[in-house]
């Protein structure tokens, strides 16, 4: 971990108004069947350390992966050199409160250590998910994936913190396609996109248990290619617990994100509706909507001890009883709102400068049960499993995709439909929000691939959802 080595660098930096230096180690390790055979086998290391040094209301950042101490200081010196070059052209200085230092240590937990269970084993374990997944002609492509992350994190800063933690991360997911003449259908277990892990050890995927979903969506997509196509107008829907995850992510996650909102984003990432005279006054959902960020959430990707600027993790409302309550800051970006930071900083490794990133952002569960919400449906649509969206730089006006629908007939499940999409505006849908399911059928969900950022930075984000039911919602394309 090299503690000395960089306590004695941070040491040296005398000049600037605020320094820190974040030493990262990560390791993933990718395991992936395609039909009948290994797709891909891999394991990746990397490690090294990122400084950012605060000079006269400007910011330097320098990294490196070699631990001596020339090459330590020359980072150092590049990092300040970098920052005094900024301060000359800034229109604009820095505000940066101080604040309290940390001295603390943090370990995820887990029961099983993903990376002593033999890749031997982990191979099998696809192999014979693809076996089940193959057993149609109908079948012609499965895949089954698993992925392993360690991140071992040392932060230290010029107000005296010294932070320790460390993240083990387990998940997976399998898909299929049937084929028929002209067409193909997927579906995706336990979500798509390559998109679910946790906060675990091995014992995540033995809960996971493709072989005993495997049957089940092998047999809806065949059942798919014979479905009719998803009718098309305005209707009542309940989105799947996955498919709210994404709804959640897109059109509350990264709206509230204030450097998005200050403008800072703009270029790539995009900016956001939810501009700073909407905070504590917009009306952004129903009463129902209650919606938070979480950082202590058990289990789930977005959880850490305290974030890459020092502050502790935090819950914090975003929207409550539908009124749109505040934004995910950092130390920089609250101060210009009058506010301190709720702790959302983080960046992807030690070569990314931090962020303002999603922790877990967690649709808050309603009384009934999904059984219930189906039961007070007269008509409409159950939509599960994203497949495809789309949604702009504001986030707002959106269209979602998922792999299959079942219709919804005084009450009850009915036939499943093909190809649904729906599409709103985001304060509209969010308002017209009827039901959100009870605590017993929430479910956190993981996606490892949030982008953000120029260079681009991929992160991991947690959503806890349960299903929802929303009203004259349009399904389909309008003719």
């Not at 109908?138 to 089954?144: M, N, P, T």
């Not at 922790?359 to 808050?364: G, H, V, Y």
Request: glycine fraction near 8%.
């Amino acid at each position: 971990m090299h503690k000395q080595l960089l306590r004695a660098a941070l040491r040296r930096i005398k000049s600037a108004r605020y320094a820190d230096i974040r030493w990262v180690r990560k390791q993933h390790e990718n395991l992936s069947v395609f039909n009948y055979n290994v797709e891909n086998l891999s394991f990746h290391h990397n490690e090294g350390y990122g400084v950012r040094v605060l000079y006269n209301g400007a910011w330097g950042f320098a990294c490196g992966s070699v631990f001596e101490e020339k090459a330590v200081q020359k980072s150092l010196t590049l990092a300040l050199e970098i920052a005094r070059a900024s301060s000359r052209i800034n229109r604009q200085k820095v505000t940066f409160p101080a604040h309290p230092p940390a001295r603390a240590c943090y370990g995820s937990s887990y029961q099983i250590n993903p990376f002593e269970v033999s890749r031997e084993s982990k191979i099998h374990y696809l192999l014979y998910t693809n076996e089940i997944l193959l057993k149609s002609p109908k079948i012609k492509f499965a895949q089954s994936t698993l992925d392993f992350y360690r991140t071992d994190k040392f932060f230290l800063n010029s107000e005296g913190s010294e932070i320790e933690q460390s993240f083990v991360e387990s998940g997976g997911y399998f898909e299929v396609c049937a084929v028929d003449k002209n067409q193909v259908q997927k579906r995706s277990y336990p979500a798509s996109h390559h998109s679910q892990i946790s906060q675990a050890g091995y014992e995540y995927i033995q809960e996971l248990d493709f072989p005993k979903n495997a049957p089940r969506i092998r047999d809806e997509a065949i059942l798919l290619l014979s479905a009719p196509e998803c009718p098309a107008g305005p209707t009542t829907i309940i989105l799947d617990g996955c498919q709210m995850a994404l709804q959640v992510h897109e059109s509350c996650g990264h709206p509230v994100e204030l450097d998005r909102v200050l403008g800072s984003e703009i270029s790539y990432a995009g900016g956001s509706f939810l501009t700073l005279e909407k905070r504590g006054k917009f009306r952004y959902g129903s009463r129902l909507v209650n919606i938070s960020a979480d950082a202590g959430l058990p289990g789930a990707v977005g959880s850490f001890a305290y974030d890459d600027e020092g502050v502790p993790a935090q819950k914090i409302d975003l929207v409550k009883n539908g009124i749109f309550r505040g934004y995910l800051s950092s130390r920089e970006t609250a101060a210009t709102i009058g506010q301190e930071s709720n702790g959302t900083m983080r960046a992807e490794s030690w070569n990314h400068i931090p962020l303002i990133r999603m922790t877990n952002i967690n649709l808050e569960p309603g009384k009934p049960s999904l059984k219930e919400l189906i039961a007070d449906t007269k008509n409409g649509l159950y939509l599960c499993t994203n497949k495809s969206w789309s949604i702009d730089d504001l986030r707002l006006n959106f269209q979602f995709g998922t792999e299959i629908a079942w219709q919804i007939k005084n009450g009850r499940l009915g036939q499943p439909y093909k190809n649904p999409f729906y599409h709103s505006q985001t304060p509209y849908f969010w308002n017209h929000c009827s039901g959100v399911a009870n605590r017993s059928e929430r479910y956190v969900w993981g996606i490892p691939n949030c982008g953000k950022g120029e260079p681009a930075q991929s992160m991991h984000v947690g959503h806890a959802t349960s299903p929802a039911r929303f009203e004259k919602i349009y399904v389909g394309v309008k003719k």
